[in-house]
Nanobody
Framework: VQLQASGGGSVQAGGSLRLSCAASGGTITGYYMGWFRQAPGKEREFVATISYLGNSKTYADSVRGRFTVSRDNAKNTVYLQMNMLKPEDTAAYYC???????????????WGQGTQVTVSS
């Protein structure tokens, strides 16, 4: 399966964006899906993850209460709704799949191409 993130862009602080992660050539059904981000000069960091049924979610402390992860297995797509964006949210955002609800990068596979989010103050 190939994963492609989209929906990034440039917004002002306090604004919102919704990212999508579409799968092709396979299914995301049965997999946990995660979002990570990487800012320039920094290591990639965990953002959020969702179970394969969508009933369990985990968030990084830095985004909890502002970001919401969801999925539509029928559409083979995972979403990341980002509200109250801050300049420190500026990064390339990536999606990937895993076999467990994890915040550990090495447990994820099939990384998709990222989408850039830029938040200005």
């Amino acid at each position: 399966v190939q994963l492609q993130a989209s929906g990034g862009g440039s917004v002002q602080a306090g604004g919102s964006l919704r990212l999508s992660c579409a799968a092709s050539g396979g299914t995301i059904t049965g997999y946990y899906m995660g979002w990570f981000r990487q800012a320039p000069g920094k290591e990639r960091e965990f953002v959020a993850t969702i179970s394969y049924l969508g009933n369990s979610k985990t968030y990084a402390d830095s985004v909890r209460g502002r970001f919401t992860v969801s999925r539509d297995n029928a559409k083979n797509t995972v979403y990341l709704q980002m509200n109250m964006l801050k300049p420190e949210d500026t990064a390339a955002y990536y999606c990937a799949k895993a076999n467990s609800l994890s915040s550990i990068e090495r447990e994820y596979m099939r990384w998709g191409q990222g989408t850039q989010v830029t938040v200005s103050s």
